[in-house]
């Protein structure tokens, strides 16, 4: 198992930006791919991107292309997603969690096994 701790949630206003940080325990870091997940009072878990182990492959959900850029440092354990042009339906709670070796796909919530505490984000209007 590895260690996840997420950080840099906050409030922000409609437009903002935001940088979240997912900091990972252990020396097999860069053997995985790592995903970012929200989850909304109410609603299920769902997936927000993904990066592969080496960083070279990203993956988005169609709610957050071209606003959200998910990167990881893997000298640091590292990985973040930055968020911009914030809405309001981005409201949640953010998770960072370790995926497997190999991934090629937008994430889906069964392939990931170590999960962080998460972050809240939340978006005023």
């Known amino acids: 198992q590895v260690e996840l701790v997420e950080s840099g949630g906050g409030l922000v206003q409609s437009g903002g930006s935001l940088r979240l940080s997912c900091a990972a325990s252990g020396r097999t870091f860069g053997n995985y791919a790592m995903g970012w997940f929200r989850q909304a009072p109410g609603k299920e878990r769902e997936s927000v991107a993904a990066?592969?182990?080496?960083?070279?492959?990203?993956y988005y959900v169609d709610s957050v292309r071209g606003r959200f850029t998910i990167s990881r440092d893997n000298e640091k354990n590292t990985v973040y997603l930055q968020m911009n042009s914030l809405k309001p339906e981005d409201t949640a709670v953010y998770y960072c969690?370790?995926?497997?070796?190999?991934?090629?796909?937008?994430?889906?919530?069964?392939?990931?096994?170590?999960w962080g505490q998460g972050t809240q984000v939340t978006v005023s209007s």
């Open positions: 990066i592969s182990r080496s960083g070279g492959r990203a």
């Open positions: 969690a370790r995926g497997p070796p190999y991934i090629n796909r937008i994430p889906i919530t069964s392939d990931f096994d170590s």
